[in-house]
Nanobody, 112 residues
Framework: QVQLVESGGGLVQPGGSLRLSCAAS????????MGWYRQGSGKQRELVAR?????YTNYADSVKGRFTISRENAKVYLQMNNLKPEDTAVYYC????????WGQGTQVTVSS
């Protein structure tokens, strides 16, 4: 089993920044890719960014140039800059080990 603890969400004005963190614990010896997904109100959950063990990254087109995913050991981070109202969503940490694991989610609200 893998446990995930997320932090860093909150309310921010348009153009502002937030940094999300996710720490994995438990059976982390088989951790593979780690990433962030989000789900806005009335929308489907979508990939935001993902990073592999080798450091390869991929991003949703809507966040390229504004968000940066990084990873250190069993922690994954999402630096979000120039936030827009459409970035408002619940953000979920997701990791792949023997199966996929999901965090409980952290709310990000971008509003003036």
């Amino acid at each position: 089993q893998v446990q995930l603890v997320e932090s860093g969400g909150g309310l921010v004005q348009p153009g502002g920044s937030l940094r999300l963190s996710c720490a994995a614990s438990g059976n982390i010896f088989r951790l593979n890719a780690m990433g962030w997904y989000r789900q806005g109100s009335g929308k489907q959950r979508e990939l935001v960014a993902r990073i592999t063990n080798a450091g390869y990254t991929n991003y949703a087109d809507s966040v390229k140039g504004r968000f940066t995913i990084s990873r250190e050991n069993a922690k994954v981070y999402l630096q979000m800059n120039n936030l827009k109202p459409e970035d408002t969503a619940v953000y979920y940490c997701q990791v792949t080990a023997t199966r996929d694991y999901w965090g409980q989610g952290t709310q990000v609200t971008v509003s003036s």
